[in-house]
Nanobody, 115 residues
Framework: QVQLVESGGGLVQAGGSLRLSCAASGSIYDIGAMAWYRQAPGNQRELVAAITIDGNTNYAGSVKGRFTISRDNAKNTMYLQMNNLKPEDTAVYYC?????????WGQGTQVTVSS
């Protein structure tokens, strides 16, 4: 009932910035909390940042101070502003939207940070 599409990934040099977007469609009124996850080769998928419908946020320690999660409920879109990127940030980034029935996931967008 919810479709999520990520965009904004790409290749950047260390120290650069990217802004990821996650556009939601479908049963958008069911969406509560949203989050960004990432998964690097050989690693488990990990939570990067989460945001509630009223704007409370939580960040992984590795990105706190560098990344900012936000959402525009009027546009049904969530963002992840990624600054001072490091090679360790290289991963596929996934959008998640929670509903009372299911957690929905986007297809992922690749972020590659070169040194």
């Amino acid at each position: 009932q919810v479709q999520l599409v990520e965009s904004g990934g790409g290749l950047v040099q260390a120290g650069g910035s990217l802004r990821l977007s996650c556009a939601a469609s479908g049963s958008i009124y069911d969406i509560g909390a949203m989050a960004w996850y990432r998964q690097a080769p050989g690693n488990q998928r990990e939570l990067v940042a989460a945001i509630t419908i009223d704007g409370n946020t939580n960040y992984a320690g590795s990105v706190k101070g560098r990344f900012t999660i936000s959402r525009d409920n009027a546009k049904n879109t969530m963002y992840l502003q990624m600054n001072n990127l490091k090679p360790e940030d290289t991963a596929v980034y996934y959008c998640k939207a929670g509903t009372p029935q299911y957690d929905y996931w986007g297809q992922g967008t690749q972020v590659t940070v070169s040194s």
